[in-house]
């Protein structure tokens, strides 16, 4: 097998060619590289090449092997993180044009737990300035550019965690280190046709990673399989003394799936637009899937708060509070969107009354709202109810009837997978949502093994690859 | 760490705040009494306040889309404040935690 025949696999199944020798990590890694410096370059998905430090780390994995040393599944496995999490030997602009000579001597916690693993990181993936902490109107709001959709060259890859989704959709890489504060993860991955998990609040220690709101933020995987998603969040899971937010307990991936039947709650969605017709039959099909493979599906219904207003209160505040400095300062002028200045400089304006209220409005709707999962173990809907829009149109009108439960799953810290479920009229890819209790990760893991091992949704390949102009 | 696009930290003085609150007022008295001319008129405040914090004006091309922010950010608190009661002085902590509490200390922390 060749390098660049494994470079399209998930990370699970490279780590499987790497220990059977079908490939070696640095074979692996300089095909990553070379994919990422010409497609994922022309695609807007690369911040930053670690090509120096990838070699090094990918050569130490394979005489590791060679002396019988494995690390575990993911030894060798080359992966790309989101800009906005810290790693010697490159710039970290946390996409960012006032941040451009940004550059930390250490690494994140989640770069060192991958390291620790084995995984090899080949670069940093571009991401919207500031993880789009004060809103943003247009796709191209981040130094890098706008990061195009490898199904549609003329379509977006969604944001923040862009590069990772279409840098992992393109199969230019087989795992990738996103976050998301609201939809940074869940967005991209729909988008990408790729498998995004996004964890329980403090599941993954954010030790190294650019805070945005400190109450919202998670870092997590995106694979092209959910087994990618376990394995990586078993490497990256566990306790930190450098994150007080952080959960005890390790996290243990799930080999296979559930192996019981589960309550799936079907969460109500809007599906009257026009728009929405394919993701409908997308998740009337993905359902009756479910329900073939022995699952009891039944309706569910969150109780009625304001998610989404305390949500993006909550980030509000804490956004302008995390960047004060830059938001007083003339940096500010610095970033590209303008909606995303004016949206820093109003957070700072957010009454503290506000932003109590919203907190303590959360701490009362967090146990409520775990009733849901009293009468079902899972919760589904699809992650968004359109493929991803033009590139270079105003989000604030391409943005529309496109639904998400991203509200409330932030909000209330709940952990979230996004599987590709089909494609709209245009090809482009759809999600379908999994979504668990806290610390429910391996259930949602499960199920997506389980929806994969039956759909070959997550194994379709985007079309032709971009050319760097 | 290095963040070279980060200036000083401007201290807020009680002066700063005295004149903020002085122009939300002044503001907020000028404003015509009817229909959607309050909201914008508060949010117009608030966005004085703002400077008079920052110790700048914020620029004119963001001017608007702040205002609009603001007094959106507003009237969603006002449409959905009661629908969601909350208890004056009864809560021991409002601490969010997306796991109960029961299961943190059961799990060590």
Known sequence: MSADEALTAGAAEQGRMIRARKVSSVELTRACLDALETEGAALGALAEPMRARALEEAALADRELAQGASRGPLHGVPYGAKDLIAARGAPTRWGSPAHAGQEFDHDACAVERLRAAGC?????????????????????????????????????????????????????????????????????????????????????????????SWTMDKLGPMGRTAEDCALALEAMAGPDPRDPSALAGRFRAPRRPPGKRLRIGVLPTDFSHETSRAAAKAFEDAVGLLRSLGHK????????????????????????????????????????????????????????????????????????????????????????????????????????????????????????????????????????????????????????????????????????????? | MRDEGAPRRRQVSRRDLGKAAAAAVVIAASAPPSGAAPAEAAAEARVAALEAVLGRGVPPALRGTVRDALREHDEAWRQNRDSCPLSDGAEPSFAFLPVSLGERARVGR
């Open chain 1, 297 to 469: 599906t039944l309706g569910a219904r969150l109780p009625p708060y304001p998610y989404e207003l305390a949500a993006s209160t909550i980030i509000s505040a804490e956004g302008s509070a995390a960047f004060e400095n830059l938001v007083r300062g003339p940096g500010l002028a610095l970033l590209r969107d303008e909606s995303q200045q004016a949206g820093l400089l109003a957070g700072l304006a957010v009454p503290a009354a506000d932003y109590l209220r919203a907190m303590r409005l959360r701490a009362q709707v967090a146990p409520d709202a775990l009733r849901v999962f009293a009468s079902c173990d899972v919760l589904a809907a699809p992650t968004l109810l359109r493929g991803a829009p033009p590139i270079d149109r105003s989000l604030n009108e391409s943005w529309s009837h496109m639904g998400g439960n991203g509200g409330p799953g932030n909000l209330l810290g709940w952990p979230s997978l996004s599987v590709p479920m089909g494609f709209d009229s245009d090809g482009l890819p759809l999600g379908l949502e999994l979504i668990g209790p806290p610390r429910g990760e391996a259930t949602i893991l499960g199920l997506g093994m389980e929806f994969q091992r039956e759909t070959d949704w997550h194994a379709r390949r985007s079309p032709a690859p971009a050319r760097r102009p």
């Open chain 1, 120 to 212: 090899v990181l080949v670069a940093k993936l571009a991401m919207i300035e500031l993880a789009g902490g004060g809103g943003y109107e247009w796709a191209h709001a981040s130094m890098t550019g706008a990061c195009r959709n490898p199904w549609n060259h003329a379509r977006w890859a969604g944001g923040s965690s862009s590069g990772a989704g279409a840098a992992v959709g393109a199969g230019l890489v087989g795992l990738a280190i996103g976050s998301e504060t609201w939809g940074s993860f869940m967005v991209p991955a729909a988008f990408c046709g790729v498998t995004g998990l996004r964890p329980t609040y403090g599941r993954v220690p954010r030790h190294g990673a650019m805070a945005l």
